[in-house]
């Protein structure tokens, strides 16, 4: 038996007609229909306290998304027990979509327009080329190679970040705290797509991104606990930053009255950068049971020392 659970009944009973026609012969079921003795497989986004503890013949847990901190961070989820996490699903073109808007928009220097129209001033700026602007992404995994290759091809200069060395076709790869510092004083818009991990939280803080070039832009859409929150505030109030498009936050949702809520420069989004598409989670989790089934590794294994 296989288990399907989120918060969301509604989700979890769309999900189950889609699992079950994707895979007649296997038997799924909801938390409250589900023989917990007999669950081997547990596919989730939110897992009830205990519930892993009920589940004594649970051999391997599907995440429906890419970033998996959250269970992670469970002291109830067994070191041994294997966790794999969704590779695409149809986020990555979601991600360049979202960043494209993001670097689109300051190429075109629309975030200054928007607040020439709330003084109710009409002054036009010099137009720039994509080739003008230089581009960094923090994370060049699938959705992060996904986003930097759609942008060398829109004609921006593009650069990258990740933890070892990568190699993309049109985009200089850059790792190691010296590849860091080198990413971010040449990106005039930087892109965050990396995921939360002990090595990442905090990675964004007061003194590097006080290293990014004067009237830059930030996009965050990897996860909140990434970036000092009120170093960014700072910057931008100075005007070093010249705006911000943010999709994540330390505390979501990001508490009434925040001052970011407010501010003329940042743009606001309730962490939808990019959300996972039933249809193409059902077939890769689909897929990776049959592989299991069969003996064979399946993708998209989480490993536990690096956090993804």
Known sequence: ???????????????????????????????????????????????????IARLPRLRAVFALGAGVDKLLSRPDLPADLPLYRLLDSGMAAQMTEY?????????????????????GQWRMLAPRLPGDIRVGILGLGEIGSAAAKALSKDGYQVSGWSRSPKHIHHVRSLHGDAGLEKLLENSDVLACVLPSTPQTQGLLNGERLSLMPPSSMLINAGRGDLLDQDALLALLNNGHIRCAQLDVFAQEPLPHGHPLWQHPSVAITPHIAAITLRQQAVEQIAANLRKLAAGQEADGLVMRSQGY
Do not use: C
């Not at 918060?7 to 895979?23: G, H, R, S, T």
């Open 99 to 119: 960043i494209r808007y993001g670097v689109l928009g300051y190429q075109r220097n629309m975030d200054i327009y928007r607040r020439q129209q709330a003084a």
């Open 1 to 51: 038996m296989i288990l399907v659970h989120t918060p969301n009944p509604k989700e979890v009973a769309a999900y189950l007609d889609l699992f079950q026609a994707a895979m007649p012969e296997e038997s799924f079921a909801s938390l409250d229909q589900a023989d917990l003795g007999q669950v081997r497989h547990l596919i989730a986004w939110g897992l009830p306290d205990g519930l």
